[in-house]
């Protein structure tokens, strides 16, 4: 099994990769880090620790993160996510019996410290708490196999024309987890796009008995459904755009559904699935229009040096190997 930390920032589609992890036997799941992403901490952490134990796997161990980017205040993708997250789903009571007391930077370093082999990070969030560790224990950067990252793109973005969400919140964090040496996947907006499940796919989710397969359709795949009242708490609470019915109605017309997070999650899990290379990739971080732009140096008549690349960028997926997979883990429930 491979052992692996999952830092998120509890969210739809982070809520559907934990299930695939959760559920998955080619992974162990030392812990997961919490950070504030899609919408703020103090959903994000609960969220995490209230999913893990409707997967049925409420003792791993969850440390809290980041409440904020390093540098710049956050923005959130509410609009997406809803108001708290999981599209205003909630759990008829929060668990915290996996809860540990040291933030989570220190406690990626103190399961760094002691495991035995090296430890693959999947980063499905903002890269605030891993550039916080690779910032305080640098000598620890040997013990990480591998960060595997859902964010970049070669010019696709989604919070703005070229920026994907979890670069664009935290650039700097970005920029500090590609230049350290680590190995370091990115799964890129314009990859993941490929994969997807369709409306059957979803349909067939709805049928399923299962109380998590009632979860994951309600949170990824049920049109949104918003009260006035989540519509205000939305726009109240610094997301990334208004949100009105009209736009809501657009949200929701979808022939197929790409999985973001489940796809990276997916990477971890069977890296058959995908392609991938390496490249030199920068961002942007003190731009005009193009903060949190991630560009892959792809020039043939000027090559860097297998030296100067740092990043492997994950070219294409298996679409619908990546669908069949999806369901089987949501299955096994
Ligand atoms: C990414 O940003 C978040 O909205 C999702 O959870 C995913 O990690 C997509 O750009
Ligand atoms: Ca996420």
């Known amino acids: 099994k491979i052992p692996v930390i999952i830092d998120c920032d509890t969210g739809v589609d982070d809520?559907?990769?934990?299930?695939?992890?959760?559920?998955?036997?080619?992974?162990?799941?030392?812990?997961?880090?919490?950070?504030?992403?899609?919408?703020g901490l103090e959903h994000t952490h609960p969220n995490t620790m209230n999913v893990l134990r409707l997967f049925g796997r409420g003792g791993i161990p969850v440390a809290k993160g980041a409440d904020r980017p390093l540098v710049r205040p956050p923005f959130k993708a509410s609009a997406v996510h809803g108001f708290n997250g999981l599209r205003g789903y909630g759990f008829a009571e929060n668990t915290t019996e996996a809860e540990v007391a040291l933030p989570a930077a220190a406690y990626m370093a103190k399961l760094l410290e002691e495991h035995p082999e090296k430890i693959t990070i999947v980063a499905l969030g903002p890269l605030t708490n891993v550039a916080i560790?690779?910032?305080?224990?640098?000598?620890?950067?040997?013990?990480?196999d591998k960060i595997i990252f859902m964010g970049a793109s070669y010019q696709d973005g989604n919070p703005s024309p070229l920026g994907t969400f979890n670069v664009l919140v935290d650039p700097e964090a970005f920029r500090i987890c590609i230049s350290r040496g680590v190995d370091f996947y990115a799964c890129p907006l314009d990859t993941l796009r490929?994969?997807?499940?369709?409306?059957?796919?979803?349909?067939?989710?709805?049928?399923?008995?299962s109380a998590?397969?009632?979860?994951?359709?309600?949170?990824?795949?049920?049109?949104?459904v918003y009260t006035d009242e989540e519509i205000d708490r939305i726009n109240a609470s610094g997301n990334e755009e208004l949100v009105t019915r009209e736009r809501l109605e657009q949200m929701n017309r979808k022939e197929k559904f790409a999985l973001l997070d489940?796809?990276?999650?997916?990477?971890?899990?069977?890296?058959?699935?995908?392609?991938?290379?390496?490249?030199?990739c920068q961002v942007e971080c003190a731009g005009t229009f193009m903060n949190g732009f991630t560009y892959v140096?792809?020039?043939?008549?000027?090559?860097?040096?297998?030296?100067?690349?740092?990043?492997?960028?994950v070219e294409t997926v298996d679409g619908e190997k990546f669908a069949s997979l999806f369901m089987s883990l949501l299955e096994s429930y």
């Open 262 to 280: 489940q796809g990276t999650m997916a990477f971890a899990i069977a890296p058959e699935l995908f392609t991938f290379k390496k490249y030199y």
């Open 194 to 209: 490929g994969a997807c499940v369709t409306q059957a796919d979803a349909d067939r989710v709805r049928g399923m008995k």
């Open 15 to 39: 809520a559907g990769a934990l299930m695939m992890a959760c559920a998955s036997d080619r992974l162990d799941v030392l812990a997961v880090t919490t950070v504030s992403g899609n919408v």
């Open 133 to 144: 560790l690779l910032l305080s224990r640098p000598d620890l950067a040997e013990k990480i």
């Open 212 to 224: 998590v397969a009632d979860f994951i359709y309600k949170t990824e795949f049920a049109p949104r």
């Open 297 to 313: 140096d792809k020039r043939d008549y000027y090559k860097k040096s297998d030296e100067e690349k740092n990043l492997f960028f």
